[in-house]
Each structure stands twice: as C-alpha cells, then as structure tokens.
C-alpha cells in the first residue's frame, strides 16, 4: 500500500520563530513575542509578507529573502491594517447582506403567498431558463439539478430536522404549523440567499431587482444578471471579511477591492457609501506614517484603489 509522504514543518516555539526571522533578515524587538503569544505567525507572517520580500534575491534561494531594513513591525502593522480594513468593511456588507436578503424573500413571498411556498420544487425556475453569469460555461441542466435539490434539503432541514432548529424556528411551527420565508430568512446565509435567487423565475428577479434599486435611491435599471454579480461577489468579501483572512488582495469572481466598492453602490443609498469612504480614506491616514509608501501603494494596486 502506497504510503504519502508527510512533508509538513515542524512546531516551533516563540523563541525558535523569532530566531527564524532573524535568520531571514527580519528585524524583531522585545515586544514582538507578545504579539506572537496574540496572533498566529502563520497568519502574520505567511499572509502578509509579500510586499516585503526581496523578489531577485528570492531567485537564488530556497527560502524567503526579506528586502534589507524589513521588521516584524512593519509586517505586523500591514496585517492590523488589514484587520482594520475588513471590520470596516464588513460593517458595510452586512447592511448590504439585510438589503439583498430582504428584497429577495419578500419578492418570493409576494408571489408565492402559501407559507410554505418555497418548499415547492414548481416554484422555482426550469433549468432552461436558469440564471446564469455571463462568463458561465458549465452544463445549466447539471447545475439547475444540484443547486435546487441542494437548496430544498437546505431549507427542508431548517424546517425538519428538531436537532438543528433555531429556537424562533420551533416556536412559529409550533404555534402556527409552518414555518414562511420571511421568518426563516435570518436563518439563511448570503449564499443560501445567492443560490435561492439564482433559482428563482424571472419575475421574482425582476421584482427584487426593483425593491433593491428602490432602497439605494438608484434610477438607473438593475437586471437580474448584474444583481446575480453582486450577491455573488459581495457574499464572497463577505466571507473574507467574516473568517478573519487576507482583503486588501482579495479577489472574488475576478472582482477586486474596489469593484466590491462599486457593486456596494448599487444596493447601498450614497450617504452609506460616501461614509465607508470617508472612513476608508481616515483608516488609510491613519497608516500613511506607519507603512513604508512602496509598500502602501503596492497595497492600493491590488486593492484597485487611488487614495
């Protein structure tokens, strides 16, 4: 029997770690233990070392060669930046999440007026007319079949299964004998709700695409592809922003930092967006002195952004 070999690195202690920056040419000082002892180094380390890496020297080695002058404090206050940039911007993206999610299941719940309208597999879209982005290449018959049998065990379950009922889920079958959309909405994530509109017939789409433009202020049409685009994308950051990984980098559906800005603009009104980018351009001063500016503006290249 074939037996993988197991290449992963050896545990290190705090003091073994410090001494592998130093070896790498990472400069430390008496309080980066203490930060070691708060954060991972992995996550530190590994997730923003990029813009400090000597990337000619790291040719002729095996190893990371970290440019000359590079500290600890400096890769560590890149990762605090980004710490602060995705509970900025998550901040934004859960109001946009409660606006998505609501014009989509009360535009359901307009059409389909039975309490349990969206446990009925006629209520959805046939996969012919399936709804899907531009760049999509995939078998729609294939997906169409997966993704609703897929969300109606989803939603079946919330509704079912007595191990994993939410408590305000319980109480209302309990008392009325159904559970409907609107009350089971807080129980949906962004991506259930993603799958859930992708799934729904065009008139539903159209009505949501309405109620969200409506919210925001906008004039100008939004149709169900591009609302598609913005669920979609702007669940992703928001998965980003929610399990603590790398932002300013980020890249959900070929969408960049600032593209999540701009689909933020088509559910969100503008004095919303003006204050996260008030607050956006205010985080940003408050690192100018902080991070070296070769590095802030390889920061703002993937980020997309001229601040």
Request: glycine fraction near 4%; charged fraction near 25%.
């Amino acid at each position: 029997m074939y037996k993988r070999q197991v290449l992963a690195k050896e545990f290190k202690t705090f003091a073994q770690l410090i001494e592998l920056l130093e070896r790498r040419g990472v400069a430390t000082d008496p309080t980066t233990v203490d930060c070691l002892r708060r954060e991972s180094y992995y996550a530190v380390i590994n997730g923003y070392k990029g813009p400090f890496l000597d990337k000619n020297a790291a040719q002729s080695s095996s190893d990371d060669v970290f440019r000359e002058g590079t500290s600890f404090k400096n890769i560590y206050d890149l990762f605090l930046f980004d710490r602060e940039l995705r509970q900025l911007t998550f901040s934004y993206l859960a109001r946009a999440e409660a606006v998505l999610k609501n014009a989509v299941v009360y535009s359901f719940c307009n059409e389909y007026r039975s309490a349990d309208a969206y446990l009925n597999r006629s209520n959805y879209v046939a996969s012919r007319d399936l709804l899907v982005p531009k760049a999509f290449r995939g078998n729609k018959g294939y997906q169409h079949s997966k993704n609703l049998a897929e969300l109606l065990n989803l939603l079946n379950d919330k509704v079912s299964n007595e191990q994993r009922m939410r408590p305000f889920v319980r109480h209302y079958l309990n008392k009325y004998g159904a559970v409907p959309l609107w009350v089971l909405q807080n129980d949906l994530t962004f991506g259930n709700i993603s799958h859930f509109y992708q799934l729904q017939k065009r008139g539903v789409q159209n009505a949501a695409c309405k109620l969200v433009s409506q919210t925001a202020n906008r004039n100008q049409r939004l149709e169900p592809v591009m609302l598609l685009r913005v669920i979609q994308v702007l669940s992703g950051f928001r998965n980003i922003c929610a399990h603590d990984e790398r932002l300013y980098c980020a890249v959900v559906r070929g969408a960049r930092f600032s593209d999540m800005c701009s689909l933020l603009c088509r559910v969100l009104p503008d004095d919303e967006t003006k204050a996260m980018l008030d607050e956006l351009g205010r985080l940003v001063g408050s690192y100018r002195g902080l991070i070296a500016q070769d590095v802030l503006y390889s920061v703002f290249k993937e980020m997309n952004i001229r601040v």
